[in-house]
């Protein structure tokens, strides 16, 4: 029998058990993971209204049930948690699959003040992340900035764009769906450096965008005239042939009156944060202009300000170091050979990863499918030599002697029921619990 550790139960570790219990009919697979919910990002980074996104959970949620397969929430690995050594003594191979944790940072002056903040704390918060924190994003603001042109910038663009009465159907936290609610801002600008052929958001998603029905999207004709791929847009790429065609559309609409506006903006370099009563009160940017040598942008010297009491940068993810693994700070990776984590260059036996961690923060969900599986191949190619090492039948006892509280499925399935009991007490559907004690509260209630 191989005993397997799951570190992560977002799609690469979900996938990661999936292909191990395919392709090997002895392996047994723990999925463990430091929140008490599973789902990764399905859960706290897609958008609450994506609902046909949001509902991969149940294929991963078939994974999660399968009788080789069994989740163990609330356990925390590396510093204040289980060691990775221990948890390698426990388990014949463990693989880490713990994603991209934070966010670039843009390194300009002025980005720490007081109402600039990561796309990646709005989304935890608007998504009942337990670590989120309600810094009052949209309390005192009328203008948002959004910095970065990708799938993420489009969600937060779009959830600030949003009416109450698309909102409520949603899972979103109650206290982000007040908020959001009351909040005044009119005018979100999401603005990108380079030009819209080298955008990175999906067509999909920007299209969204001119659906929402309280609000009207502006494209400056202009700045898309700036990109050299714009007259001609036949010898791009389909995908990005078909946001230069979306954009140019909106960019001959005209103008309808609306209680929100959504600026798209293209060739501006932000270059500092200005500060208004001790809070950002505008960006400055500097207008650049591609070299029409392969998407290399120069600058211009000339600069726009743009008023904004609400800054979310949204530049990429980056992951972080997981004390006891060895961490390329480069590239925000663990070094690895097909998955086979290298220390100091040597392949570190029964020692995977998968998903971001291993490749960086690239591709779309399915695209941790096939990275699952090398790693998967690679970690059955050494089954021989790993199941030789003596494993005790049952980690979980260990596991809580080392300190941890595994929330088991059933737990989960009791945090489920909460928020399906809290969303009917509120007049709308499921309603996440948006902090640690009410989650514990509730997979306790269960028993772990």
């Known amino acids: 029998m191989l005993r397997v550790a799951v570190v992560g139960s977002g799609p690469s570790g979900c996938y990661t058990a999936q292909s191990l219990v395919q392709l090997d009919p002895a392996v047994y697979v723990d999925v463990l993971d430091r929140l008490p919910c ?14 046909k996104i949001k509902s991969l959970q149940n ?13 163990l929430g609330g356990v925390r690995i590396g510093a204040g948690g289980v060691p990775v050594a221990r948890l390698r003594e426990l388990y014949h191979a463990v693989v880490y699959c713990v994603g991209a944790a934070t966010d670039r940072h843009l390194g300009i002056p002025g980005e ?9 704390q709005f989304v935890s918060w608007y998504s009942a992340h337990p670590d989120a924190v309600d810094d009052g994003f949209v309390r005192a603001a009328r203008s948002a900035v959004v910095i970065g042109v990708g799938n993420v910038a489009v969600d937060v663009t779009r ?9 409520s159907p949603t899972d979103m936290p109650q206290p982000a769906l007040d908020a959001l609610t009351a909040s005044r801002v ?19 998603e920007l299209r969204e965008l001119g659906g929402l029905p ?6 400056r004709p202009e700045e898309l005239a700036l990109d050299p791929a714009y007259l001609d847009p036949t010898a791009l790429p389909a995908a990005q042939r078909r946001n230069v065609e979306v954009l140019r559309d909106w960019a001959q609409a005209s103008q309808t009156a609306s209680a929100r506006r959504i600026h798209l903006r293209f060739f501006l370099r932000p270059v500092e944060l200005l500060a208004e009563a001790g809070r950002v009160g505008a960006v400055r940017f500097e207008r650049t202009l591609p070299d ?34 060895p961490f390329d700070a480069d590239h925000g990776t663990v070094p690895h050979l097909a998955g086979r984590v290298l220390r100091e260059g040597v392949v570190a036996p029964g020692e995977y990863v998968a998903g971001w961690i291993k490749r960086g923060p690239t591709g779309v969900i399915g695209t941790n499918r096939p990275c699952a599986k090398e790693t998967v191949t690679s970690l059955l190619e050494d089954a021989d030599l790993l199941v030789r090492e003596e494993r005790q039948a ?5 596991l809580r002697a080392e300190g941890a509280e595994p929330v088991e499925w059933s737990g989960w399935q009791s945090i489920e029921r909460a928020e399906a009991a809290l969303g009917a007490s509120l007049g709308r559907t499921v309603v996440k619990l948006p902090d640690w004690q009410s989650l514990m509260s509730a997979a306790r209630s269960q028993g772990f």
Not at 38 to 51: Q, S, W
Not at 59 to 71: A, C, G, K, P, S
Not at 159 to 165: F, N
């Open 59 to 71: 294929n991963l949620r078939t994974i999660l049930e399968h009788e080789r397969v069994r989740f």
């Open 112 to 120: 720490d003040l007081p109402g600039s903040f990561s796309a990646t």
């Open 186 to 204: 009119a005018d979100v600008h999401m603005v990108g450096r380079r030009g819209p052929s080298q955008a990175r958001f999906t067509t999909k």
């Open 292 to 325: 029409g040598l392969g998407g290399v942008i120069t600058g211009t010297g000339q600069y726009e300000e743009i008023e904004a009491q609400l800054v979310l940068r949204s530049v990429g993810y980056r992951g972080v170091p997981l004390e006891g693994l």
């Open 38 to 51: 599973p789902y990764g990002l399905v859960r706290y980074g897609v958008a609450p209204d994506h609902e």
């Open 159 to 167: 959830m600030l764009a949003r009416g109450a009465a698309e909102l």
């Open 394 to 398: 049952d980690p979980l006892e260990a």
């Open 214 to 219: 309280e609000a009207q999207v502006g494209v």
